[in-house]
């Protein structure tokens, strides 16, 4: 097992796929960890103003992270470009992999599922991946496999 708290900088997501564990259906994620470029380069127009920046690629020194989830009630993943900033939202901000405990995605799993009354008295847990594209939202009872894979 591979501890979160190590871990700094930006994602990139690799592979996301449902995958059979047991009689369950699980989730394996893949993500690769990246660095921010020493150059600048320019990176937007905004009428006649350049805004420039670093770009961040990624690093192919790095092993790639594997997140693996055994089963979850629900997942979704949305493009980072249309995901909003949310006061409602309660969670770690200091890891790459958040724990959410108050949020709409997990109201929105309460009221569009059976969840509560399949598994009374479970505790289960929304986790966010957020990567550079894309933001990864997991709900499980399962706490997530991480280990590093190679290259």
């Known amino acids: 097992m591979v501890c979160l708290d190590n871990w700094t900088g930006d994602l990139f997501l ?17 993500v690769e960890r ?3 470029l020493d150059e600048i380069v320019p990176a937007i127009q905004i009428e006649e103003q350049v805004i ?10 790095l092993p790639i992270i594997q997140i693996e989830f055994e ?17 409602y939202e309660i969670y770690d ?3 790459i992999v958040s724990v959410l405990t108050q949020s709409r995605y997990l109201d929105f799993v309460n009221q569009t599922t059976f ?7 479970e505790h289960y847990i ?16 399962d706490l997530p496999k991480i280990s590093e894979i190679a290259r």
């Open 93 to 95: 901000t200091r890891r």
């Open 34 to 36: 990246g660095k921010v």
């Open 52 to 61: 420039e920046a670093s770009p961040i690629v990624i690093d192919e020194n």
């Open 14 to 30: 690799n592979e996301l796929t449902e995958t059979v564990y047991g009689d369950e259906v699980g989730l394996k994620i893949l």
């Open 115 to 121: 969840v509560e009354h399949m598994h009374p008295g």
């Open 126 to 141: 929304r986790y966010r991946i957020p990567c550079l594209d894309h933001v990864i939202e997991v709900v499980s009872y």
């Open 71 to 87: 089963s979850y009630v629900a997942y979704a993943v949305m493009n980072e470009t249309y995901f909003p900033g949310d006061d």
